[in-house]
C-alpha cells in the first residue's frame, strides 16, 4: 500500500488573489529543506502531496515541523475512489493500531461518489465494528479517529493529523534587516517575522576588544537556530567600536544609549538599502529598559523614515522567553557573554529624552564618516542549516 503525505495549507488557502504565488514558493521551501531526500512533491488547490521512503518519514516529519506556511499534515494512505479499496485499506489500518473507541469522519469533495460523507462514516464504521473485536464507536472522544477524504481520482485514508507552525512560507515577503543581539528578545523577534514569511539578513553590531569573540559565537549559534526555519541567513558582522568610543568620550552619559541606538539605526537603515530589504526588524519590547519607552523609541526611531517592526513589543518577557524555549534558542541566549549595549551602559539612562538634546549632544563627534566607515568594514558571514551543510560537505 502506498503512503504519502498529505501537506495542508491553511490559512494560505484563504488568499485568492496569490494563492498560487504562495503554494509555489511552499513548495520550493520543502523541496529546498528535502533536497537530499528521495522525495517526489506534487501540488494541489488545497493541499500538497509528497511522496517518500519510508526509511526517511522520521526525518521529513521533524523538517516539516520547521517549514512557516504548513498548517497541518498526515500521513495518510491512497487508494482508489471506491468502496471496496477504501473498506479494504481501513480494516487493515484498524488492524493495526490499538484502541477501544474510535470514530470516523469523512471528507467528500469529489460530489459525484456514490454515498455522501454520513454513508459512507456510518458504512465503514459497520466495516471497522465487523473486523475488530471489544470495540465501540465514541462519537465524543474517540480513541482513535479515522479520517476519509474522498476525492475524483484517488482517496486518503489516516488516523493521525500533526500540527504544522502556520504562517506564511518565507519569501512571500521581501527582505527585513533583523538587529541580531546575543539577548532573548531579538532570536524571537526573528522567529516571528519569518513566520509572516519575511526573509530575514542580519545583523550584529560588536565592539571588540570591550565585546569578545565569544559574544559573536553566541550570535552565530542564534542564527544557525533561526536558519533551520528558512533557507539560508546571511548575518552582517559590524564593527562599532570607535563608534561607542566616541559616544562614550563626547557625550552627556545619561543620552549614550539614546544616541547609541540612533548611530545602529543608521547603521541599519544604510545596510537595508545595500541589500535590498524594506523593514528593519528588532527585538524591542515597550517598557522594558529605558531605551524602550515610547519617548524613547520615537527620539530613536526619528533617524529613519524606514518602518520598523517589533514582532516582541506588546509581549511579557515571560511570553518571550516561552517562545525562547520553544525554538531553543533560550539556551544560548542566557550563554554569559556581554554586549554592546551591557558593557556601555550609563547609571542613569534617560528615560524620556529629549530629541533636541541628542541630536545636540550627537553632534559632538563626527558620526557620519563613523558611520560609512562601520558599513564599509562591516563583513558577512554565511548561515546555512546544519543538516544542509552536513549533506553539502558529503558530496
Ligand atoms: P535582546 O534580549 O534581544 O538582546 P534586550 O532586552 O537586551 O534584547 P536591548 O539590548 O535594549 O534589549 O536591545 C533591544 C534590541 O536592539 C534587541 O532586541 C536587538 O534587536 C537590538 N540590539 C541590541 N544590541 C544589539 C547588538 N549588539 N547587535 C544587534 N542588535 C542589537
Ligand atoms: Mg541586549
Redesign the pocket.
Known amino acids: 500500500m502506498k503512503k504519502i503525505i498529505l501537506i495542508k495549507y491553511g490559512e494560505l488557502f484563504t488568499k485568492k488573489g496569490n494563492r498560487k504565488a504562495f503554494i509555489n514558493k511552499l513548495q520550493s521551501n520543502i523541496c529546498h529543506k528535502l533536497k537530499e531526500l528521495d522525495v517526489k512533491i506534487k501540488n494541489n488547490r488545497s493541499f500538497m502531496q509528497l511522496e517518500f521512503n519510508d526509511k526517511d518519514l522520521e526525518e521529513i516529519k521533524k523538517r516539516l515541523s520547521k517549514i512557516f506556511g504548513i498548517h497541518a499534515y498526515q500521513v495518510a494512505s491512497v487508494v482508489d475512489t471506491n468502496i471496496k479499496s477504501i473498506e479494504e485499506e481501513i480494516i487493515k489500518i484498524s488492524k493495526e493500531k490499538e484502541f477501544k473507541t474510535f470514530k470516523v469522519e469523512t471528507k467528500r469533495s469529489y460530489k459525484e461518489f456514490e454515498l455522501n460523507s454520513m454513508q459512507l462514516s456510518k458504512y465503514l464504521g459497520g466495516v471497522i465494528l465487523k473486523n475488530n473485536e471489544n470495540i465501540k464507536v465514541d462519537v465524543k472522544t474517540p480513541d482513535i479517529l479515522f479520517k476519509v477524504e474522498v476525492k475524483k481520482d484517488n482517496s486518503y485514508i489516516y488516523t493521525d493529523t500533526y500540527k504544522g507552525l502556520g504562517g506564511y512560507p518565507v519569501g512571500s515577503q521581501p527582505k527585513g534587516m533583523l ?8 532570536p524571537v ?1 526573528g522567529f516571528l517575522s519569518l513566520k509572516r514569511g519575511i526573509i530575514i539578513d542580519a ?4 565592539a571588540i576588544p570591550h565585546t569578545s569573540l565569544e559574544a559573536r559565537e553566541k550570535v552565530i549559534k542564534l542564527a544557525e537556530k533561526l536558519v533551520e526555519y528558512t533557507n539560508e541567513i546571511k548575518l552582517h558582522i559590524i564593527p562599532f567600536t570607535n563608534i561607542q568610543e566616541e559616544i562614550y568620550k563626547n557625550c552627556n552619559p545619561d543620552y549614550t544609549i539614546t544616541i547609541m541606538r540612533r548611530m ?1 539605526y543608521r547603521i541599519m537603515e544604510s545596510l537595508a538599502k545595500k541589500n535590498n530589504a524594506f523593514v528593519i526588524i ?4 515597550i517598557g ?2 529605558a ?2 519607552t515610547l519617548t524613547s523609541m520615537s527620539v530613536i526611531n526619528e533617524v529613519t523614515n524606514m518602518p520598523v517592526i517589533r514582532p516582541v513589543a506588546c509581549l511579557d518577557k515571560l511570553e518571550i522567553m516561552d517562545i525562547a524555549k520553544k525554538i531553543d534558542t533560550y539556551e544560548t ?1 542566557i550563554l554569559p557573554y556581554e ?3 551591557t558593557v556601555f551602559v550609563p547609571r542613569h539612562p534617560v528615560i524620556n529624552p529629549k530629541l533636541e538634546i541628542a541630536k545636540t549632544e550627537e553632534e559632538k563627534f563626527d558620526y557620519k564618516t563613523l558611520i560609512n566607515k562601520a558599513v564599509e568594514d562591516s563583513f558577512i558571514i554565511e548561515i546555512k542549516d546544519k543538516k544542509e551543510k552536513k549533506f553539502e560537505e558529503l558530496l
Open positions: 538587529m541580531l543581539s546575543g539577548g532573548i528578545d531579538s523577534a545583523v550584529y553590531f560588536e545602529m528588532n527585538g524591542e519590547s522594558q529598559v531605551s524602550q541566549s554586549d554592546c549595549c
